[in-house]
């Protein structure tokens, strides 16, 4: 596993930084000092994030995300799944609301002029929280049981942005980190006598490793304009 994280550093880091020496052959530069950005990528993870980028100094700036998520997305239209237990206990869930947060600072080594230009490297905390309600599979109309999923994560970030225009963008990123990941769940112990039954919860916590990629579209705004 470590020779895989230091295999995936290392083409981290080469690729971003030739993209984004390549992309300075032919893009826009920009004086926009804030960028409204979209990230489209993140549906495919149930999220759905817009966030605002502004300059703070000559090479560094900070940036901000936030937006809704919606757990357990099926491709299919059904947005519920069937989950069970070694017992073979088994619950439907459904699809919920929550809600996701990340920030971090930029860094831009190589532009000489103009922040938001080129390769950046950029430390990151992300918070994210999915809800859930499960439902017995067996008795559809009874009670529920609300459940989540949340994760904070630390990483880094390396990327280009780059300009199709002098104030429309694209960011593409790839990072990795580590995330601690907390979930409770539950399975709904069958009553043989005919009853409701008891929600048996279930609550596991644990840390791992992460990589992450994405593309962000970008709308530069400079004061004054």
């Known amino acids: 596993m470590k020779k895989v994280i230091i295999l995936f ?80 206990l088994y619950n439907t869930t459904g699809s919920q609301l929550g809600f996701h947060i990340n920030g971090g600072i930029r860094f ?21 929280y999915f809800n859930y309600q499960f439902q017995d599979f067996y008795n559809p109309n009874g009670p529920a049981f609300d459940g989540f999923r949340q994760e904070m994560s630390f990483g880094f970030l390396f990327g280009a942005q780059s300009w199709v225009s002098k104030y429309f963008g694209l960011d593409t990123y790839m990072g990795m ?23 048996q919860e279930q609550r596991t916590t644990d840390a791992r490793w992460f990589v992450t990629a994405g593309i962000k579209i970008g709308i530069g705004v400079k004061k004054g304009e």
């Open 9 to 88: 550093s290392f083409t981290l880091v080469i690729t971003t930084t030739a993209f984004g020496q390549k992309m300075k052959s032919f893009q826009s530069k920009t004086e926009a000092e804030t960028v409204i950005k979209f990230t489209p990528t993140k549906i495919f993870g149930g999220m759905i994030e817009f966030g605002v980028e502004q300059a703070i100094g000559d090479r560094t700036s900070v940036e901000l995300n936030l937006g809704p998520t919606i757990s357990n997305i099926s491709p299919f239209g059904n947005g519920h799944g069937i989950v069970g237990d070694i017992n073979g």
């Open 177 to 199: 980190g580590i995330k601690s990941v907390d979930v409770k769940q539950a399975f709904n112990q069958y009553d043989p006598w005919g009853g409701t039954g008891v929600w």
């Open 108 to 128: 831009y080594p190589i532009e000489d002029k103009y922040v938001m230009n080129g390769f950046y490297v950029s430390p990151i905390l992300d918070f994210r």
